[in-house]
């Protein structure tokens, strides 16, 4: 059965800090991992990862997929209040029956405080 | 990305009623599916909507409970039938676009809440 795990499950810090949410993942056919930022009901995409190594960047947001490892990790640099939210990680399946579902994490409660 | 809406962004049921959900998607997408997230869960997915045949319903997860229409390629709708209070979560439509490399995007979600 296909897993995807993150850590931590919450994370509590201040203005400024920077943090480092972790997925890691172990999962048959393999495609790509997704960050999703959720605030209220929807899971609003960030980013998709599928190559090894190479770093996606949006702003203060950044994130890397190891594919050798089977870990990704999701930097954001001088948190702001409004970065509070739940981040989710998800594997894409690329194969047979599972074609393209998404396997979620269970999210990392990040709490920004001023 | 593809733009996605859901109707009814809430609702409140009564115990042994059944309600359906919409979800329409701005342009044509190859792939559509259902979740529910669960008070203080992750997202879990029930079934695949696939277009013009039956759904592909995941383990723990049945027809007869969450029946799951695609008429065509941008509509899609779960009902959610002889509701319980356990049922109470919130539903979310996501979706796939053509020629995309798997990126999926959600619809704003329905919070159903079963009294």
């Known amino acids: 059965e296909d897993k995807v795990v993150q850590s931590p499950l919450s994370l509590v810090v201040h203005e400024g800090d920077t943090v480092t949410l972790n997925c890691s993942y172990e999962?048959?056919?393999?495609?790509?991992l997704l960050w999703y930022k959720q605030e209220k009901k929807a899971p609003t995409f960030l980013f998709m990862l599928?190559?090894?190594?190479i770093e996606k960047k949006s702003g203060r947001l950044s994130s890397i997929l190891d594919k050798k490892e089977l870990f990704s990790i999701l930097n954001i640099t001088a948190t702001q209040t409004g970065d509070s939210a739940i981040y989710l990680c998800?594997?894409?399946?690329?194969?047979?029956?599972?074609?393209?579902?998404?396997?979620f994490g269970q999210g990392t409660i990040l709490t920004v405080h001023p | 990305s593809a733009v996605i809406s859901q109707k009814p962004s809430r609702d409140i049921c009564q115990r042994g009623t059944s309600l359906t959900i919409q979800c329409q998607v701005d342009?044509?997408?190859?792939?559509m599916f259902w979740y529910r997230q669960q008070p203080g869960q992750s997202l879990t997915l029930i079934a695949t909507?696939?277009?013009?045949?039956?759904?592909?319903?995941e383990s723990g997860f049945v027809i007869d409970k969450f029946p799951i229409s695609r008429p065509n390629l941008t509509f899609s709708t779960l009902t959610v039938s002889n509701m319980s209070p356990e049922d109470s979560s919130i539903y979310l439509c996501?979706?796939?676009?053509?020629?995309?490399?798997?990126?999926?995007?959600f619809g704003p979600g329905t919070r159903l809440t079963v009294t």
């Open positions: 998800a594997s894409i399946n690329a194969g047979g029956t599972s074609y393209g579902k998404l396997t």
């Open positions: 999962v048959t056919n393999f495609r790509s």
């Open positions: 909507a696939n277009q013009g045949s039956e759904a592909t319903y």
């Open positions: 996501s979706a796939t676009r053509t020629g995309s490399s798997y990126e999926q995007y």
């Open positions: 599928t190559s090894s190594g």
């Open positions: 342009s044509q997408v190859t792939m």
